[in-house]
């Protein structure tokens, strides 16, 4: 299997975020698999599912009947997803440890598949888009709801944050990820052969107690030590934005915007 290069880490802020994100992004999700129509019966996968994603939702749509594969790097989140799963009691719903770039799964054989917030976190996206599109039967719908650093700002403006921001998108863009992935997920997944592709957006503006709106300071507190010791930012300046950020983000004044998240979707041709 390959080397885990998950941008943000798999440590326990990240689990928590993660398990956060769940219910925070679970209405802009659904509202994307309502558009696609998934039908009771289908069987689904879903690529890099973390420790719970959007399987609910994938399992109550496809229903006893269906099947929903939950594809995961690392071994503890699995574990994290397989109980997950338990508590929302969905039999239908089964959680492997699996690389996204090579499945070893067979080609042709889910009727659609799904992948949240992954592309923006990983090196080589095209790779995983062509693995994804492959595992689909001709006819079959292929989804994904990806995010865009485009339009993430606060107002009134912080130089912290830019400075912060702008350390942070080196070091990413330095790994290989592009933090600006999302306006170009439909060109990905048409290169891959998808065809008849519909792309909408998503933006949200975070008020005082939202749980994403300190997503920037715990993005950058995730890889602190990384850009610290890859000198992207020396500790003393970081800690003094670190610090600057966070009394800006208790503000109640201070507007706080998402990224931009695109949803595309899209049906294999054949």
Known sequence: MRQDK???????????????????????????FERIGIKPGERVIDLGCGPGGVLHLLGKRVGVTGSVLGLERSRHFVDMARRFVADHALPQVEVREGDAYDTGLERGSFDGAHMRLVLVNVPEPQRIVREMVALVRPGGWVASFEADF?????????????????????????????????????????????????????????????????????????????????????????????????????????????????????????
């Open 150 to 270: 485009v339009a993430h700002f606060c107002d009134p403006a912080l130089p912290a944050w830019e400075r912060l921001l702008n350390a942070y998108i080196a070091y990413s863009a330095a790994q290989g990820i592009d933090l600006f992935i999302g306006r170009r997920t439909h060109r990905l997944f048409h290169e891959a052969g998808l065809t008849d592709i519909h792309v909408d957006a998503v933006y949200h503006v975070y008020p005082l107690g939202h749980d994403r709106r300190p997503m920037l300071y715990e993005f950058v507190n995730n890889v602190r030590e990384k850009m610290i010791d890859q000198g992207f930012i020396a500790q003393y300046d970081l800690e003094t934005d670190m610090a600057a950020l966070e009394t800006h983000l208790a503000d109640p004044d201070v507007l706080v915007t998402s990224h931009t998240f695109f949803r595309v979707s899209g049906r294999v041709s054949g």
């Open 6 to 32: 998950y941008l943000l880490g798999r440590g326990p802020a990240e689990e928590a975020r993660l398990k956060r994100q769940i219910a925070n992004l679970a209405p802009d999700s659904d509202a994307q």
